[in-house]
């Protein structure tokens, strides 16, 4: 079992920054790799980044350049920066986590709300 607990979300204006971060716990060493996924009201979650066990980041094409995802494996945490937000980055922000165990298990976070103003 992996536990996610998300931080970080808020209020921002467009233009703005903001920093997300995914503690996990649990049984860390089955884990494959990490990332978030974000809903905006009426749609379907959508994938927005992940990073894997080499620390090597992919993102959905239309974040590249606005969004960083890093990792600080002392603390298990991942981070989400997000760069010059646009209102359409408006939704509720899930933090994942995939495990090998060894069938592939999903983890899943709360989920914070991000809100970007124009």
């Known amino acids: 079992q992996v536990q996610l607990v998300e931080s970080g979300g808020g209020l921002v204006q467009a233009g703005g920054s903001l920093r997300l971060s995914c503690a996990a716990s649990?049984?860390?060493?089955?884990?494959?790799?990490m990332g978030w996924y974000r809903q905006a009201p009426g749609k379907e979650r959508e994938w927005v980044a992940l990073?894997?066990?080499?620390?090597?980041?992919t993102y959905l094409d239309s974040l590249k350049g606005r969004f960083i995802l890093s990792r600080d494996g002392a603390k298990n945490t991942v981070y989400l920066q997000m760069n010059s937000v646009k209102p359409e980055d408006t939704g509720v922000y899930y933090c994942?986590?995939?495990?090998?165990?060894?069938?592939?298990?999903?983890?899943w976070g709360q989920g914070t709300q991000v809100t970007v103003t124009s």
């Open positions: 990073i894997n066990r080499d620390d090597i980041s």
């Open positions: 649990g049984r860390l060493f089955n884990i494959i790799d």
């Open positions: 994942y986590a995939r495990a090998s165990e060894p069938q592939i298990n999903t983890y």
